[in-house]
């Protein structure tokens, strides 16, 4: 009795300490949320308002009026696109290198290679990759910035750990049973991966959201732009257009919010998976 | 760290971008290229039908004169008009990249594109009659770095100047200096003092935390970063005249300025302490003058005069320009824009959105009340304080070679890290390695 009243401490302990840590973490978001209803004249008044005092929407209104939406579009079509392509090769990639590791000497080689990549920054490659996709012709155009980053050795990471704790006699066991390669792939070790292609998919999601440098160089009609170039349009040369940024942010981060709340129970189980060793 | 290699990323591609530049740009000379005669344009009269891209590096919020104009002059010609933002400091980055895609935009209003790269622009003395302009300001905003060419119309013209609190200067009894008796740099000291005591503010004085704002008070003191020195400069930074300013104003931050912005204890922006009350007096600059009419509402604020040195008083220009680069699709239509735009009925109405001082000789923004009249006769007078060190300053281009490093060492002297004297011989002997220039103390 007397160990089940200290277990029930210790959980409400380390319980108040985590909502202690959570209201940490959210508080930026909600001072993001409530400053972005301040008039410019209180953003920065002094003492400090978590609320507004003379709650103002304007802000908001003059974002969507600057083509808000068409941003947010933009970046949409970037982000899922990117994502499903990015799943789908690392998911096919991390498949090769799993089960095939046995029966093809240097697959570990090739690997071994990959993960010497993730050693260069992503945006070291920037150059290279934008003079890539010049030559290709991709030039203002979305898909010069999806096609550049559709691979990442993150990904391959995730799934060939997670296939490789698969044993490997249930891909035997679809061979056996004439299934084509494609096919087991795709009905056999696809599902069973599921953890891991939730948890790249919010990854993937939120690289591609925010992604900045390439969108950058790679378009150059507004129309084209995505939401991250857009929000950064409203820092100027003699002054920064607050209440706008803020209104922006907080449109920006909805898509991020809603993907994390609804796949969110999945990040946990994707990322144990992937670290077991097979 | 990931926002370091953003930046150095960045950084690498403006640089290996603007390498390309000399290949890609440059080639059609200083009226345009081929793409200018693509263009429809008709020796017999204005362009029509066409689309003028224009690159700017903000969104346009209230009073959006360019854009008025922008839209004004397509309604009047029947051309479209197709904008593209990219912020200030990418501009660096993109439009080197821009330039090796052949897909350059026709007109560009920027702060330092058409000085950094001027052979990728027009001359301007073939668009506009620049004798028509304050020949400072095409100096200053819209002079190449590199040689005498004006590749820029000022479109925007700012200067420094400094705000007040009135209702702090009544409450303690001191009454603001006028353009005809302007207060010395100690005299604003001393009553910085007295308005901290019983002004009702937290501090007398608060200054931007830019090495432009600091500079006024070495220019009225009759010092100067550099001097020429035949074909050459000399490094003059640390002069005796320099390091007594410096010191001044380090023991103006210990008394009566929230030190820990000049410091580096803070990121806090001296214009909010002024725009709540907080600083009596402000040292920043005539483009805030608008937002400080629509935003302040505690308590009336005017502007005064810039306070007098050993030298005289002194003032700092900027601005955008408008600049047309070279390769283009539509060269011949962003000219017309351009002398559009500088038609003085054009550039009146322009300036009359702006609210800003104006960059032609004979054309002036008129404000709605008497106060604006009084305050922007002010800032406008302001522009003439701009001294020839300045000018010697800027002609040098001493920031290719240091830049950051300067406001980095008043800062640490103004902390009580380093001496003043220690902070600009310091600085002096990194410019004068970097630049090759011989130092003159």
Not at chain 1, 61 to 80: I, P
Not at chain 2, 75 to 99: L, Y
Not at chain 2, 177 to 196: G, H, R, S
Not at chain 2, 365 to 377: C, G, L, R, S
Request: overall charge negative.
């Amino acid at each position: 009795m007397e160990g089940a009243g200290k277990r029930k401490l210790e959980v409400c302990l380390v319980t108040i300490l985590g909502m202690a840590a959570a209201l940490l973490m959210i508080f930026p978001i909600i001072w993001l949320c409530f400053s972005s209803f301040k008039p410019s004249s209180e953003l920065f008044a002094y003492p400090l308002h978590l609320f507004p005092q003379d709650p103002d929407g304007s802000a908001y209104q003059g974002v969507v009026e600057d083509g808000l939406f068409t941003y947010v579009k933009n970046s949409l079509f970037l982000a899922v696109v990117g994502t499903l392509i990015t799943v789908g090769i690392s998911a096919m990639c991390g498949y090769a290198l799993a089960i095939y590791r046995k029966e093809i000497s240097y697959v570990n080689k090739v690997f071994a290679v990959f993960l010497l990549g993730t050693l260069i920054p992503g945006e070291i490659l920037t150059i290279a990759q934008f003079t890539v996709v010049s030559e290709m012709g991709l030039y203002n155009n979305i898909w010069g910035c999806i096609l550049p980053v559709v691979t990442t050795t993150t990904g391959i990471f995730m799934y060939r750990q997670h296939y490789m704790s698969i044993p490997l006699e249930l891909v035997e066991s679809g061979r056996l049973d004439g299934a084509s390669e494609f096919h087991i792939f795709r009905a056999l070790m696809l599902p069973l991966g599921s953890s891991v292609t939730i948890t790249l998919t919010i990854f993937s999601f939120m690289w591609r959201w925010n992604d900045y440098i390439l969108p950058l160089m790679v378009l150059s009609d507004q129309e084209n732009f995505t939401i991250q170039i857009a929000i950064k349009s409203y820092i100027g040369t003699m002054g920064v257009d607050w209440n706008s940024i803020l209104a922006a942010s907080i449109l920006s981060i909805i898509p991020i919010i809603v993907i994390f709340i609804v796949l969110q129970r999945y990040i946990t189980g994707g990322l144990a998976a992937s670290g077991v060793k097979g | 760290m990931k926002k370091m290699f953003q930046k150095a990323a960045a950084g690498g591609m403006a640089v290996v971008m603007a390498m390309s530049l000399a290949a890609c740009g440059g080639s059609s000379g200083k009226d345009g290229g081929e793409a200018a005669q693509q263009g429809g344009a008709s020796a017999d009269g204005p362009i029509t039908g066409q689309t003028l891209q224009v690159m700017i590096s903000e969104e346009p919020g209230e009073g959006d004169a360019l854009g008025n104009a922008l839209k004004q002059w397509s309604q009047e010609t029947g051309n479209e008009i197709k904008q593209i933002i990219i912020s200030h400091d990418d501009m660096r980055s993109k439009f080197p990249s821009m330039a090796k895609n052949k897909d350059m935009p026709d007109l560009v209003a920027t702060t330092f594109l058409h000085q950094l790269y001027p052979e990728e622009f027009v001359d301007m003395s073939g668009v506009v009659d620049l004798s028509k302009f304050n020949q400072s300001a095409l100096k200053i905003v819209g002079k190449s770095y590199s040689s005498e060419a004006i590749t820029g119309i000022p479109d925007q013209f700012t200067t420094t100047c400094m705000f007040y609190n009135k209702d702090a200067f009544a409450a303690a009894g001191i009454e603001a200096p006028t353009v005809d008796k302007p207060w010395t740099w100690d005299q604003l000291y001393d009553n910085a003092k007295v308005i901290q005591e019983k002004g009702n503010v937290k501090y007398g004085f608060a200054a931007d935390v830019s090495r432009a704002r600091y500079d006024i008070l070495m220019y009225a003191n009759g010092g100067s970063l550099v001097e020429q020195d035949g074909d050459s400069f000399k490094v003059t930074v640390n002069s005796p005249a320099n390091i007594a300013t410096l010191t001044r104003f380090v023991q103006a931050n210990n008394e009566v300025m929230p030190k820990a912005i000049w410091a580096g204890g803070t990121t806090d922006n001296p214009v909010e302490y002024f725009k709540n009350g907080d600083a009596g007096i402000l040292l920043s600059g005539s483009w805030n003058y608008n937002t400080f009419a629509s935003d302040i509402s505690k308590f009336e604020f005017g502007v005064m005069p810039t306070p007098k040195g050993s030298a005289g008083q002194s003032a700092i220009i900027g601005g955008e320009a408008l600049a047309i680069p070279a390769n283009g699709k539509n060269v011949e239509l962003a000219k017309q824009f351009v002398q559009w735009l500088f038609e003085p009925e054009h550039y009146a109405e322009f300036l009359q959105i702006r609210k800003e001082p104006s960059v032609m000789n004979d054309i002036t923004y008129t404000p709605d009340t008497d106060k604006a009249k009084e305050e922007f006769a002010i800032m406008q007078n302001e522009t003439n304080y701009v001294t020839d060190t300045f000018m010697v300053d800027e002609n040098s281009s001493w920031r290719n070679y240091k830049d950051n490093e300067y406001r980095d060492s008043l800062k640490r002297a103004v902390s009580g890290e380093i001496t003043p004297e220690d902070a600009l011989n310091g600085f002096a002997d990194a410019l004068s390695q970097s630049s090759g220039w011989a130092k003159g103390y």
